[in-house]
């Protein structure tokens, strides 16, 4: 059989144009649906002007697709380099169709942080059946034959005259198509600028391209920023912590009006609570060292970042003792120049947060420094394993979703899942701030989510949305402070409005200002101490 396939070998393009078919039509079935679905709401725009595009969109994406493999399919790597497509394609599939996330540069980045980090626990946790059915049904299957046939390839240079024809030949035939209607045709993709996004896989492929493009270009010079940071009282005593929350949305706590009790033991303190705040990403990997960025806050970016001394450094370089505590996937970066304690390698079967008191503890009873600041990196609200996230007795909310695939469960589930998390948070932090009471000093704890969560409004599960284009519910963050008697009787202070919009930028200016560190990077109009 092996023998009759080789007897009839197949011309590279057609095997490039029948694979690129196969590709545009099977994993942007969605996609053409959707604009189907968009035009339905616009009836009185012209049929044939909605088929027409549609043709046209099919067409953009089987050229696309084709370029790519003339460019980078040469001839020993046409079929590795088609395999990996579509591989990669059925996985993209999935996750659009299961959790309505676009795989982007932030959501590659930090799987890469995952795999680099050793944090498979993060990547387990996405992993289910139904995505490797998914990969051998549509993936697998259709590389078989590439095993068995044999591709013919003219002469060398007959075939780049070839390969560079075909490439000219498509794109003069989509550039005809689109000039004979480009009234309709741009005020259509105006009208759908987030196309790009739902295109498997070249919108995840151009976005790996953009970061290997980022990585060959960085020569950045790490930059020390404040090398001469000032305790303004340093002989007084003072404990600050900063917990750093995961995946957390204001809308589930109820301080912030939620009709559930999702915190009914934080409601007893007196918190100074803000209603209105905002994540600067939706991921942890962009999110994480924004919140701890001395810049431009308009200007952030994680290579800048990951190349500039930040909030940690600042205080650390004042003489104060800082220590980050690990209970989730990493700091990424923020933590490399200060104590590092990581808890997902002590307690790798359970790591509940409430484990972070362990060694809250340890060093608030054997303290010797004079200001302390420690850094709680917790688990929070972490999906799609929302019933791991807490113990038995915080099951509260039932029935609970106890599948690590939100569409398996129904939507009620799903929240209940997640509201138990809150709950539990709410317990946690509870813990922390009677820690600081016990302490009887100076003392205050922040507290802010990385990014929110969407749970099935709109389609969407998780996070990961680009920030432009986020819902409420994967940016609404909870945001509040708590401050000791001691820290209140010896300094006087004001806080920002609570129903003021706030932001991740407020975060570390506002830290600087609680543990009265002057810098010449404090912004005192963006703390939210006034």
Avoid at 108 to 130: A, Q, R
Avoid at 262 to 282: D, Q, V
Wanted: hydrophobic content about 40%.
């Amino acid at each position: 059989m092996i023998n009759k396939i080789n007897n009839y070998p197949i011309s590279f393009v057609k095997i490039i144009f029948a694979y690129s078919l196969y590709i545009a039509l099977l994993f942007n079935y969605p996609l053409l649906a959707k604009v189907h679905s968009v035009f339905e709401m616009y009836p009185h725009k012209s049929e044939f002007f909605e088929y027409f595009f549609i043709f046209l969109l099919l067409l953009t994406i089987l050229f696309l697709l084709a370029i790519l493999l003339f460019i980078g399919g040469v001839r020993y790597l046409l079929k590795p380099f088609i395999f990996l497509l579509l591989i990669n394609s059925a996985i993209i599939a999935y996750y659009k169709k299961t959790y309505g996330v676009s795989v982007d540069e932030g959501i590659i980045t930090s799987l890469f942080d995952s795999i680099l980090e050793k944090n498979y626990n993060e990547v387990n946790d996405l992993l289910t059946m139904k995505l490797f059915v998914k990969i051998f049904i549509t993936g697998l299957i259709p590389a078989v034959p590439l095993y068995f046939i044999k591709i013919q390839y003219p002469k060398l240079l007959k075939e780049y005259v070839i390969r560079l024809s075909y490439i000219a030949g498509m794109l003069i035939v989509w550039i005809v198509l689109v000039v004979s209607n480009y009234k309709d045709v741009s005020l259509a993709v105006r009208a759908n600028k987030q196309l790009n996004q739902d295109v498997v896989p070249l919108y995840s492929v151009s976005s790996l391209l953009n970061i290997i493009k980022h990585s060959l270009r960085s020569n950045m010079v790490y930059a020390e920023l404040d090398e001469k940071p000032n305790l303004l009282k340093p002989e007084e005593e003072m404990i600050g912590i900063v917990v750093v929350g995961e995946t957390a949305r204001a809308d589930r706590f109820s301080l912030n009006g939620y009709s559930r009790r999702t915190n009914p033991k934080l409601e007893k303190h007196n918190l100074i609570n803000f209603k209105n705040a905002y994540s600067c990403g939706t991921l942890t990997k962009t999110s994480v060292p924004c919140m701890f960025y001395m810049g431009n806050y308009d200007s952030f970016n994680i290579q800048k970042a990951d190349h500039q001394a930040n909030l940690l450094s600042i205080i650390s370089a004042s003489g104060i003792a800082v220590t980050w505590l690990e209970n989730n996937s990493g700091c990424k970066h923020v933590c490399d120049r200060v104590k590092t304690i990581d808890l997902t390698k002590i307690y790798a079967e359970e790591n509940y947060d409430e484990q972070l008191m362990i060694e809250i503890n340890k060093i608030l009873d054997n303290n010797k420094s004079k200001k302390t600041l420690l850094v709680l990196h917790t688990m929070g609200s972490h999906g799609p394993k929302y019933y791991k996230r807490y113990p038995k007795e915080f099951d509260k909310f039932q029935p609970s979703c106890k599948n690590n695939n939100p569409q398996e469960c129904t939507q009620k589930e799903l929240i209940n899942a997640y509201d138990n998390t809150i709950l539990y948070t709410d317990h946690f932090l509870d813990l922390v701030i009677n820690k600081l009471k016990q302490q009887n000093k100076k003392s205050f704890l922040i507290y802010a989510s990385d990014h929110g969560e969407s749970l099935g409004e709109h389609g969407l599960y998780l996070h990961g949305v680009p920030i432009k284009f986020a819902p409420d519910e994967q940016i609404h963050i909870p945001f509040f402070m708590w401050f000791s008697e001691q820290y209140k009787q010896e300094r006087s202070f004001a806080t920002l409005g609570t129903e003021v919009k706030i932001s991740h930028e407020h975060y570390p200016h506002t830290i600087l200002d609680a543990m009265q560190v002057s810098s010449k990077y404090f912004k005192k109009e963006k703390s939210l101490l006034r």
